[in-house]
């Protein structure tokens, strides 16, 4: 594996490939805060259950993006993008906007879960390919693993929106 011992990137591809191990570091850290209010307006105990297991892999995530940081000589940094904000701003309003207790509402919770997810799937699937391409195999390894738990969940979601929560708000 080819790694930078200085502090200063080696090229401008590992500068963008720092900027963004930062904004997933920062997004996950996000998450630790907004994941609990979102399982919390769930009404469904299977959603409820998606939504902390994702918790728990946010929790190694993150662990994860500490180690790559300190494979590559940096303090783990984060930063939260306006992404992550907006995207957090959508799940508070499904939670303002829907009744509580209503299958709409953990409908609404799953979209809103479904667009976290695939930000990180972007994220992932991005850091994943720049890693490979500056030849950082055991970090491109690390993020794998987080791309496909977070391909896993979204899965989850989708399953449990169309075998059942939407088929319940649709008789709301």
């Given at each position: 594996?080819?790694m930078?011992?200085?502090?200063?990137?080696?090229?401008k591809?590992?500068?963008?490939?720092?900027?963004?191990?930062?904004?997933?570091?920062?997004?996950?850290?996000?998450?630790?805060?907004?994941?609990?209010?979102?399982?919390?307006?769930?009404?469904?105990?299977?959603?409820?259950?998606?939504?902390?297991?994702?918790?728990?892999?946010?929790?190694?995530?993150?662990?994860?993006?500490?180690?790559?940081?300190?494979?590559?000589?940096?303090?783990?940094?984060?930063?939260?993008?306006?992404?992550?904000?907006?995207?957090?701003?959508?799940?508070?309003?499904?939670?303002?906007?829907?009744?509580?207790?209503?299958?709409?509402r953990?409908?609404?919770l799953?979209v809103?879960?479904?667009?976290?997810?695939?930000?990180?799937?972007?994220?992932y699937?991005?850091?994943a390919?720049?890693?490979?391409?500056?030849?950082?195999?055991?970090?491109?390894?690390?993020?794998?693993?987080?791309?496909?738990?977070?391909?896993?969940?979204?899965?989850?979601?989708?399953?449990?929106?169309?075998?059942?929560?939407?088929?319940?708000?649709?008789?709301?």
């Open positions: 594996m080819k930078s011992t200085q502090h200063k990137p080696d090229s591809l590992e500068e963008l490939f720092l900027d963004e191990l930062k904004e997933a570091y920062g997004g996950e850290h996000h998450q630790l805060q907004l994941l609990p209010l979102l399982k919390k307006a769930a009404s469904s105990l299977k959603l409820q259950n998606v939504i902390a297991n994702h918790l728990d892999d946010t929790r190694e995530h993150m662990r994860r993006l500490e180690a790559i940081f300190e494979k590559m000589g940096y303090a783990a940094e984060g930063r939260v993008s306006e992404a992550i904000l907006g995207l957090t701003r959508a799940a508070e309003e499904v939670i303002a906007t829907t009744t509580q207790g209503s299958a709409t953990d409908a609404g799953i809103a879960a479904q667009k976290l997810e695939h930000y990180e799937i972007t994220t699937g991005s850091l390919q720049h890693a490979r391409t500056l030849d950082y195999d055991e970090i491109e390894e690390i993020l794998e693993s987080s791309l496909f738990e977070e391909k896993e969940a979204d899965d989850l979601l989708t399953a449990l929106a169309e075998n059942y929560i939407n088929v319940e708000a649709s008789r709301e």
